[in-house]
């Protein structure tokens, strides 16, 4: 299984972002979670959002709700996060994630797949 999360970049605040997790490797018949973390600068890498096989159950971190939304298309085998009203502290390397589970889970330790992380810079 491979995850590759692209649509990074430099934004100015109030900006926008669609970020992309494509994923490769699961079995049609498998079930997955997708999530996407973050990491700032000096800090631990935390769950941004996350959302179940067939969509209908999704996570958002409080300091994200109302700005981000998660969606999937399991016929392109794609994750997408759009980022929304950027803000400064939404500066950080961002990662999407995929595990098994049959739930949506916020722990990083339950997932198994990692993409590579796609920078995500908010200037002020």
């Known amino acids: 299984v491979q995850l590759q999360a692209s649509g990074g970049g430099l934004v100015q605040a109030g900006g926008s972002l669609r970020l992309t997790c494509a994923v490769s490797g699961f079995k049609i018949s498998e079930h997955y979670v997708i999530a996407w973390f973050r990491q700032a600068p000096g800090k631990g890498r935390e769950v941004v959002s996350c959302i179940s096989h067939e969509g209908g159950r999704k996570y958002y971190a409080d300091s994200v709700k109302g700005r981000f939304s998660i969606l999937r298309d399991n016929a392109k085998k794609e994750g997408y996060l759009y980022l929304d009203s950027l803000e400064p502290e939404d500066t950080g390397v961002y990662y999407c994630?995929?595990?098994?589970?049959?739930?949506?889970?916020?722990?990083?330790?339950?997932?198994?797949?990692w993409g590579q992380g796609t920078q995500v810079t908010v200037s002020s």
């Open positions: 994630a995929a595990s098994r589970i049959y739930r949506i889970t916020l722990s990083s330790s339950e997932y198994d797949y």
